[in-house]
């Protein structure tokens, strides 16, 4: 008999206001821009056809707000309780929180060795450059990556014990970095992924052991309010 399995839309949270300013936002809490909003919202009427048996945020409000407006715009917000879950928050970058990124970026280039941020990135992979700000933060706050990816995957272990086998669908609204390294690492074929646009959609289905990627990144369903 074959196993029912369980499909997970993982939603990165609509643009923020450090999104819009360029600046590092790992766990700080900045609300969502009004164009933010609107993409969410673009979002939301795509998915109407969606329904979703249950629905999970990290704890830090721009994920909730996002999770909040789709669920209004495909008619569930007054159906579904949304879970909290801190596992699933974006990675802590310490004292460089809020910073400008190429302020911080510039202090993990020179500490890995490079002239220049392309050369940087071309060379390095995100666990790298993670490990980095952990070193180059002078408060030893910011995440390495195994700190990162030890709390995310146990949010993940948490949600498919519960939801294994039960073909239900899944809303995790989350982070950019979250779900890039939370796929990167179930999908052997997703290699160097791209980074997540604001409010898109990646899609995959665990079942019978292995995750089966069905889309990533897409924002090709944005309906706006006219269609």
């Known amino acids: 008999m074959a196993e029912k399995g369980v499909t997970i839309y993982f939603v990165r949270h ?5 999104n819009y300013y360029g600046r590092m936002q790992g766990w700080s809490n900045t ?3 009004d164009h933010g909003k609107e993409d969410v919202r ?6 109407k056809d969606v329904t979703f048996d249950a629905v999970y945020t990290s704890d830090l409000s721009r994920t909730q707000e996002t999770a909040s407006i789709i669920l209004e715009e495909n008619g569930q917000v007054d159906k579904m309780d949304m879970v909290q879950m801190p596992e699933f928050r974006e990675v802590f970058f310490g004292s ?4 400008y990124g190429s302020d911080a970026y510039d202090k993990v280039r020179d500490y890995l060795g490079y002239d220049t941020s392309k050369e940087m990135f071309r060379n390095t992979d995100v666990p790298e450059r993670m490990n980095a700000f952990r070193a180059v933060d ?3 706050h910011a995440e390495d990556f195994m700190m990162f990816w030890s709390r995310v ?3 993940l272990i ?9 073909g239900e669908t899944i809303l995790l609204v989350a982070h950019g970095g979250t779900i890039r390294y939370i796929l990167q690492n179930l999908i052997p ?3 160097r992924p791209k980074s997540l646009l604001n409010a898109s959609v990646s899609v995959a289905r665990y079942e019978d052991g292995l995750y089966h990627l069905e889309k990533y990144n897409d924002v090709s369903h944005f309906r706006d309010e006219a269609e």
Request: charged content about 40%; glycine content about 14%.
């Open 31 to 33: 609300p969502l821009t």
């Open 189 to 191: 074929d997703l290699k």
């Open 42 to 47: 673009r979002c939301g009427r795509g998915l």
């Open 153 to 155: 995957e146990q949010g």
């Open 138 to 140: 002078p408060e030893k």
């Open 96 to 99: 460089m929180e809020g910073m």
């Open 158 to 166: 948490k949600l498919i014990d519960k939801h294994r086998d039960s």
């Open 14 to 18: 609509g643009e923020t206001y450090f």
